[in-house]
């Protein structure tokens, strides 16, 4: 089974500023198969990125994902006050077929 | 638009079988490629996905919680169900259900999600 860490765990940041979250696989992953959510207290979480750099429907463009193999990275170019939420990466396993989340960052303000 | 809503017991006593049903809207789950999935998230930690199923009713579980779990589709009343067995406290959590479209390996929409407590 594929395990996703994600770093780091906190994120503390200033509206404005340029945030860069880290995903690392513990083997390869297709870049099909590499999703983003984002999460606010209290609320389900939104999918943010699919394929690992198509935006979903809705989504700022300030919002941007890249990488392949094992390292993949969600980069939020201007931090906008509602952006300070808890973030996840996923990955969509064929072999076995499975589904896992990793661990999650959490962005704040600083 | 689509809308998926969790329901089902909001505690449950340990040992007990946990039933959570997903009833949807705005799609059907007879669409090649759709598929619905339970995730759940304990209080303060993160996301565990639990169960998958397809237009085609094939079924993928997570291996960890395999042998507990069965999820089924009912087609003509749009809804998911799923099954756990033997709860534990430590299977306290939120329990949410999400669409996941053809083409993507994603959940791209979620319902609000249900607290489940397992206590005696």
């Known amino acids: 089974e594929i395990v996703l860490t994600q770093s780091p765990g906190t994120l503390s940041l200033s509206p404005g500023e340029r945030a860069t979250l880290s995903c690392r696989a513990s083997?390869?992953?297709?870049?099909?198969?590499l999703a983003w959510y984002q999460q606010k207290p209290g609320q389900a979480p939104r999918l943010l990125i699919y394929?690992?750099?198509s935006r979903a429907t809705g989504i700022p463009d300030r919002f941007s994902g890249s990488g392949s193999g094992t390292d993949f990275t969600l980069t939020i170019s201007r931090l906008e006050p509602e952006d300070f939420a808890v973030y996840y990466c996923?990955?969509?396993?064929?072999?076995?077929?499975?589904?896992?989340f990793g661990g999650g960052t959490k962005v704040e303000i600083k | 638009q689509i809308t998926l809503k969790e329901s089902g017991p909001t505690l449950v006593k340990p040992t007990q079988t946990l039933t959570l049903t997903c009833t949807f809207s705005g799609f059907s789950l007879s669409t090649s490629g759709v598929g619905v999935g339970w995730i759940r998230q304990p209080p303060g930690k993160a996301l565990e996905w639990l169960a998958l199923i397809y237009w085609n009713d094939d079924k993928r579980y997570s291996p960890s919680l395999k042998s507990r779990l069965t999820i089924t589709k009912d087609t003509s009343k749009n809804q998911v169900v799923l099954t756990m067995t033997n709860m534990d406290p430590v299977d306290t959590a939120t329990y949410y259900c999400?669409?996941?479209?053809?083409?993507?390996?994603?959940?791209?929409?979620w319902g609000q999600g249900t607290m489940v407590t397992v206590s005696s």
């Open positions: 999400a669409h996941r479209r053809g083409g993507y390996y994603a959940f791209d929409i």
């Open positions: 394929g690992a750099s």
């Open positions: 996923q990955q969509y396993g064929s072999s076995p077929p499975a589904v896992t």
């Open positions: 083997q390869s992953v297709s870049s099909s198969y």
